[in-house]
């Protein structure tokens, strides 16, 4: 398949992911990118319920072809747009997360691979859900400012501060099996992230990455994981707010888009058998640079997804 | 009391809402402008919750007197800064909305007269059960470009888009003294209002308000409401996304701010026993116009109440 | 059909016009919106080939039912989004008319109907060829900042000032039946329109509307344009910057949102044969109340000519 | 002199105001339009002393012949960039006051009409010390939110709320030809603007000019201002935040584009002796509407200038 | 003392900074963070009159625990929000220094550390003589682009390009225990800085950072100031325009946001007897990304402060 | 010469480049900033053409000296503004190339050296015919995103994409004398930039940046191109969005802003005799930080080009 833009500009069109054809159950595809517009999991600002809109339209700039590594996605696998979960409980964080496990059950179901984009963090608990079962704990490399392992907050035992805790809680993630990189940012206390520590998580602080720089990071990450099964889950607000502002609780210090996208890539043989990039908010996004970056890291995420053994 | 710009400049200084002292219990008040940070109710884009942070940043250029009536609310009352309603349950739309009516209910017993500010348009119906009982429907001054009288949406009863549905249906407002002023935009359905006109509420289009004038409709908003204790409810997207682009479900076409303010200013003299101003999103206002707006409806609507006989 | 908006939340799903199905061949349409991504003939700031998109984006908030008339354009018509015109030569302005002239040439050959979202306002001559012929020349309304009648600039010859004075010379619009409403900004000459006047147009200049309020100009241009058959252009730069920023030569002193909702709704009744609306330019754009307000424009342009007899 | 956009287009070149020639003392110049950067007498938000720069960008969109009245006054004078007043003092408000009052007293020396572009309000008393003496009194069309006849703030005698009040004490301007309009928001004290009052001034709120519209308004403006020399002073937050967001004062309610236009336009005939525009503030214009209005009210100032007798 | 977000949203109430309480006189505290809303002293764009209050905003978002280091700065010590200082003279640039100086006395008096939000770079002259004597030079670390050792500007003997040659001249600090980093841009004259070289300051440039990493250059901080007492002042144009637009003499090339908390982190165990934040300008920040910043530079400084011996 | 800060502030004035004086034939210079405003050949994003007009506003900031050489570039050569070269052929991309030709063939022929701002990149090739002949190939070093290389487009030979190739295929540049630095984003096909590769240029991606740091880099590029007379050519989406986003085709993941300076800096020595910055697009840039990264990148050029034997 030759590239769409050579018969028409990539800015024109109704923007699917990366300008791929639409998922519809008669026919068959490897690997969707899935919109997950929901944000009723926040703690801060919302508005990443927009994020798979934007998203999509800043992708139409994402070509075919991986520059540094030569892969070539969308002809290693069949690649569609899977559309948006419809949220049928958008008031109802727990009945919302039931409709986003069955959407991905679903595909699963279907043999097609996901590649989610939320939304906010709470979605992942969800999808994981849909993904495995108690008794087949993932690997799992979370990028991220924050560990995600706190506590009930407000009443809320699955708010967007928590996916990884319960997800452990629920034998869905191999704790021992898991890694957290670029986690930075003063704590509400001092246990905030106790939980991590406490069930034998890696957590790589954003100036230990620094130290060690990104190859060494990648390094530490493929170690932590190894060959099993394992998961991915990007949420943006680990790349710094200077280069993706359009976020619900920024955090200063983060990674450079380079350092993200090198880190994804370096990923590229692990056993992934799914993947999010979530926390896109375009309402603080004047220069749409957040949702431009988003689709990028999307694109090595599928790199790595169509990677796999 | 002297205006305080005499001695600190109106940008500097924690900003509470027209620089007004901050409410406690202790001490004795007749009116309260109260945060109301709470968007769990919208069905588009999220971003009141920070409605009343910025209208009280930007109600620092309100001044003392009233130009045009010369109204001087701050010398007629003790009108203090009420502070946010700590919602618990941000989780939970009719939790939180209980947690709402209690705190409207302690400013009720403490004999403080409340001017709320949200938040989704959903945060009135609990406004008005703390305000009035069944047996005793307001009357209602409804400026917005919504009835806001549908039904059930997604699941959700309590929605911003069906709280004057709600609120007559539970007797807390007499449909036949309410007038809704400033409608306009294409439906859902043909019928998705006509609860407001089977029930006997005076809808006034904004076609309607072109064609008459806003003298006019001041008088038809007094004649409507009558003698009577009402409450007044105004929606900033009532208010052209021109002149008022901050908010969540907006509608082209609608009131200069100039045609706002007098529309406001012209009910000077009804026995308004309560009132609002919802739906400033913050996140969808560059030049902060909203809320600056916003706190310029707030102190017409401060001069209303405290120019009732 | 019921809305869609009962099943899934308006901000999700891929963004085509107003949410409707994607045009195919193989299945009938009585209308199409078709989106013309090119700006390759504009005097001043490029950024109209972004304006389909937005227009797209944004045009999700368009329920189905006009409030003020009742007309249901869904219902009346199969309406369908047509996709946008592929430009084959956009390096070539003459060329690129040509694929235009081709694209809306197949659409009239299917027995659809366009209503097209441009682009620069160069695009509506090789609309017009394609949609009728020298010796069938329609009646117009024009509703623009600017007369489009002027001549060559810098070589061009069909650049986006020159629309309509080489519409008249080539026969496709008639200028006895030819209105030009909300005129105004200063002239590079006096006689920069002069083409309008000497070929008998009539030229409304917004003071002149401002005089006669927007029922009077509405009569004025039913009596121009007359029973026959006519075109209606939209130019958003009508309207005045502070509602709709986003185009590329804005002029002070134009519409308010509602006065042009009102004009277009006055054409019901006309024999409007096609139409489009023009020059949303959305770098400029930073609400996104321009998109939003042509998405509403567009919606009162199809209630007008599915409501033609 | 043909239009330079026939030649070049409009976005390129170094901008002067309106593209015009800079001046020379050496060449001989009717009028010249001049820059005043300086905004050390703001109470609010300062940025103005970038206006003259901003306005300069945007006034190359202003053409040569005014489409209403057919005055073409580059044809009809020698019209110049006068460039920037250099403030040898930006640190001392009266010193910086003795700048401005110098360079506007060597243009008058040199047989210059002025016209200035601020900086803020301030700079109008200065100007009126150049442009006249005690024992010659002007008139004065003021358009502005504010009276600008307050009394001393924070120690400064000088600052941009008082300059009318120090024209009148020291005699350069004369109240009973005095029309201040537009004038609306809450004051600090009943008594802010009392000087207006009691000096004879006439004071139109803009409620009163929304009764009884621009033509009136125009009227009431010629027969206070009568046959003799005067002045005319525009502050652009006369203009409704809407339209000009760009300002460190903002007043919501004001005018709309199209009437600020009419009403400069309406005073052709009036002898203007020197006149300015005002407080542009471009760090508050994220989409240069301010600015571009801004250079479309000058150009009918200078159509005024040219057009007395 | 519990985080306040485990009973109300961070984006909820009226914003101090770090939603600390507000200091009073009655009530002892060790340290207060203090707003200088004053830009009079700036050579080009003014604003950050407004940083106070942004700052305030956007640092409701900072947490009670240092991530990296542990500390807990509201538990080492009493913490509070000293208000913004009054200033009585914001026309007259050396009064203005006077308010400011009474001001920060009256802290040093009761016994308060100050930390200080400006403001520009001009006011940390008045706080080093109210925190110091002639006779008692304090160690400098200065984070900046600039040097701010220039001489008079404009007749301006104390605009914000001169506050440590003054201070240095006047005694209030050490130059052979000063560094300042981050230096860079073009300069006016080759000797522009001269007097920090001369006097024996120690300059870095931002390319010596970069060659030697922030670990390194924290020694050399470290290692020219001692273990005498010091101040520590930083310059949010030290940071790079990416992450930090908001300034009003932006230099590009400059820090990182993790570079910057780095270095400050880096201080910790020196003596610092008091600390400032300057030069965040709101007017120019869409993102609001340089007053979030500054909040979390803030809270390293905070940390440094309680962390002394 | 004086640094004209010391007799007028920055901001003031009509801003030429960097506050020179303008070029008149009449007068000699060595060195001009020559203004390209043409964006006829993007493929993406267009609004270049407003790039000259935004650099020359914020270039006002830039001084005298070199902070880090010393070099005085001012004092070293007589340095112009060069005005914008006249487009008269906006329309048609290959006469509008003639007509950069001819401006810059006049340049060349008055012995002036140019320094150009675009524009897209197209316009590098008129520029490069200008400066040299078949016979007579210049060394390229080549800072961008993109190795624009590619072959025809859309049926253009001549896009933004192509201009490098088309040089080599002219002879105007040596591909073995030629660096190719910051290469990075998907590839259309995997043989996109082959043509660099083929004919034997030297193509940096960014990662091999990141392994070696920029002092390799420079070593490289000096390397590469040695003694002989070379061309620097600097695309500005050759830095990340983070700091540059005013362009039309970003790429995530490029150089911080003082990477840029510094791989620039580095080349000081080469034989550079022509040079060009290119593609800044003003409405993608809400902060200025482009426009204003582009005049500091245009002074460091302008050091090396005063900086050659």
């Known amino acids: 398949m030759n590239d769409p833009s050579t018969f028409r500009p ?116 969800p999808i994981l859900r849909a993904l495995t079962g108690p008794d087949e704990p993932l690997g799992l490399v979370h990028i991220d400012a924050h560990c995600d392992t706190g506590d009930d907050y407000f009443g809320s035992r699955f708010q967007h501060g928590t996916p990884f805790r319960r997800a452990a809680e629920e034998g869905l993630i191999d704790p021992k099996r898991t890694i957290q990189i670029g986690i930075r940012g003063s704590l509400s206390s001092a246990d905030q992230w106790q939980f991590s520590y406490d069930s034998g998580m890696r957590v790589m602080l954003i100036e230990e990455v620094y130290d060690r720089g990104i190859l060494d990071t990648i390094a530490e990450a493929r170690n ?36 993200a996208l090198m880190l994804v890539r370096g990923l590229t043989g692990l056993d992934v058998v799914g993947a999010d990039l979530v926390e896109v908010a375009p309402p603080f996004d004047p220069t749409n640079n957040t ?15 169509t990677g796999r053994k």
Chains 1, 2, 3, 4, 5, 6 share one sequence.
């Open 10 to 125: 990539r800015y024109t069109g109704i923007p699917s992911f990366m300008r791929l054809p639409i998922y519809s159950p008669e026919k068959p595809a490897d690997i969707a990118i899935i919109g997950v517009p929901f944000d009723g999991g926040v703690t801060n600002r919302p508005g990443t319920r927009h994020g798979p809109r934007e998203v999509r339209n800043h992708s139409s700039l994402i070509r075919r072809v991986n520059q540094v590594t030569g892969a070539a996605p969308f002809e290693a696998a069949q690649v569609v747009d899977g559309g948006d979960v419809i949220i049928e409980h958008p008031y109802e964080l727990v009945a919302a997360h039931g409709d986003i496990e069955a959407a991905f059950r679903d595909f699963r179901t279907a043999g097609v691979t996901a590649l989610a984009v939320g939304g906010d963090h709470s979605i992942t608990l």
């Open 224 to 259: 932590v994981v190894g060959a099993g099964p394992c998961y991915l889950s990007f949420d943006i607000d680990s790349v710094d707010p200077a280069f993706a502002p359009g976020t619900g609780t920024p955090e200063v210090g983060g990674f450079s888009s380079l350092e």
């Open 291 to 305: 949702a431009f970056l988003a689709a990028n890291i999307l694109f090595e995420q599928l790199c790595v997804l």
